[in-house]
């Protein structure tokens, strides 16, 4: 158990829809960040919230957003979906946003777009 | 730009033996290192990191790894498997001192037990 909860747990969308994943950091955890895992691969970086403010971002375009809020959650937003957006949505938190920080994975939204 | 390579996508392995999952980074900045396991519907748990110091470094579950800074490589060893370890597992690097802890995985390698 990390402490990082996440939901839902599965999502079914159809292409061109919004979604909104969402994340429960461990108390205390300033800096969250999202990935994407796509089926037989290894997680990607989508961008790290630190302190509600962006702090970094991967590869990804700008329909994917996010929100921090001061209670230790945040949201991933993605709009106009496509199929290619279908995988296992990871968030984690550390305390703070160094690279040698920690992270505490949850255990995932498994998103299907049809 | 950072990468991982992992080079083998499966090892099958008995109960009992040892076990080394080979991963292979490339760099051209000082990194840090980390090998993390997913259990089936689990997310990622860290099994132990390399900052600085020592090369060889012992993580939970009894696995260590140890980086080598000329071969750029820092792979896990088990000296004896149990069936509980089947899961994949991810060898990842992130750059020091960046002012973001982005994290590059590679593609995994997914170990399985056999009794």
């Known amino acids: 158990e990390t402490g990082v909860t996440q939901s839902p747990t599965h999502l079914i969308k159809t292409r061109g829809q919004q979604v909104t994943l969402r994340c429960s950091s461990q108390?205390?955890?300033?800096?969250v960040s999202w990935y994407q895992q796509a089926l037989g691969q290894g997680p990607q970086f989508i961008f790290q919230?630190?302190?509600?403010?962006?702090?970094g971002r991967g590869n990804f375009p700008p329909r994917f957003s996010g929100l921090q809020f001061p209670n230790y959650s945040s949201e991933l937003n993605v709009n106009a979906l496509e199929l290619d957006d279908s995988a296992l949505y990871l968030c984690?938190?550390?305390?703070?946003?160094?690279?040698?920080?920690?992270?505490?994975f949850g255990p995932g939204t498994r998103l299907l777009v049809l | 730009a950072q990468s991982v390579t992992q080079l083998d996508s499966q090892v099958p392995v008995f109960e009992e033996a040892p076990v080394e999952l080979r991963c292979n980074y490339s760099?051209?900045?000082?990194?840090?290192l980390f090998w993390y396991v997913q259990y089936p519907n689990q997310g990622l748990q860290l099994l132990l990191k390399?900052?600085?110091?020592?090369?060889l470094v012992k993580g939970i579950n009894g696995f260590e790894a140890e980086f080598n800074k000329s071969q750029t490589s820092f792979h896990l060893r088990k000296p004896s498997v149990h069936i509980s370890d089947t899961a994949e597992y991810f060898c990842?690097?992130?750059?020091?001192?960046?002012?973001?802890?982005?994290?590059?995985f590679g593609s995994g390698t997914r170990l399985s037990i056999r009794p």
């Open positions: 760099s051209s900045v000082s990194v840090y």
């Open positions: 919230y630190y302190r509600e403010e962006e702090n």
């Open positions: 390399y900052l600085s110091g020592s090369t």
């Open positions: 984690a938190s550390s305390m703070g946003f160094g690279a040698q920080e920690t992270q505490y």
């Open positions: 990842a690097v992130s750059e020091g001192y960046s002012s973001a802890s982005k994290i590059i």
């Open positions: 108390s205390g955890h300033n800096t």
